[in-house]
Nanobody
C-alpha cells in the first residue's frame, strides 16, 4: 500500500510561482511512476504530468508544458511540481498519484492517490 500526502498549495497572484510536494510512504516506490493531476470546481480531473521511477522519462500535458516541472527526490521519497507563470485558470485542487511501471502513466492511469492540496491564483 502507498500513502501520498500533498502540501504546498495556497493563494498566489497571477504570474507567481508555487512548488507542490507529495510525500510518499508505506512501501518502497522502486519502479513506481508518479504523476500530478488537478480538478477545478465543476470540471473533470485533468492529467498534468508524470515522471518515471528513474526520472529519465517525463510527460506533460500541453496546458502546462513549459510552465510546470515535475521532479522527484528519491532520498526523501518525495515528488514535486514546480509551477511558474500561474494563471487564474490554474486554480484547482492538485493531486499526486503513483502506479507501478511507466507505460500506463502516460495515459493517466494511476492506482494510488493523495487527498489533494488547493491552489488558488488571483487575478
Amino acid at each position: 500500500q502507498v500513502q501520498l500526502v500533498e502540501s504546498g498549495g495556497g493563494l498566489v497572484q497571477a504570474g507567481g510561482s508555487l512548488r507542490l510536494s507529495c510525500a510518499a510512504s508505506g512501501r518502497t516506490l522502486s519502479s513506481y511512476a508518479m504523476g500530478w493531476f488537478r480538478q477545478a470546481r465543476g470540471e473533470e480531473r485533468e492529467f498534468l504530468a508524470a515522471i518515471s521511477w528513474s526520472g529519465g522519462n517525463t510527460y506533460y500535458a500541453d496546458s502546462v508544458k513549459g510552465r510546470f516541472t515535475i521532479s522527484r527526490d528519491y532520498a526523501k521519497n518525495t515528488l514535486y511540481l514546480q509551477m511558474n507563470s500561474l494563471e487564474p485558470e490554474d486554480t484547482a485542487i492538485y493531486y499526486c498519484a503513483a502506479r507501478p511501471g511507466w507505460v500506463g502513466a502516460v495515459h493517466g492511469n494511476f492506482d494510488y492517490w493523495g487527498q489533494g492540496t488547493q491552489v488558488t491564483v488571483s487575478s
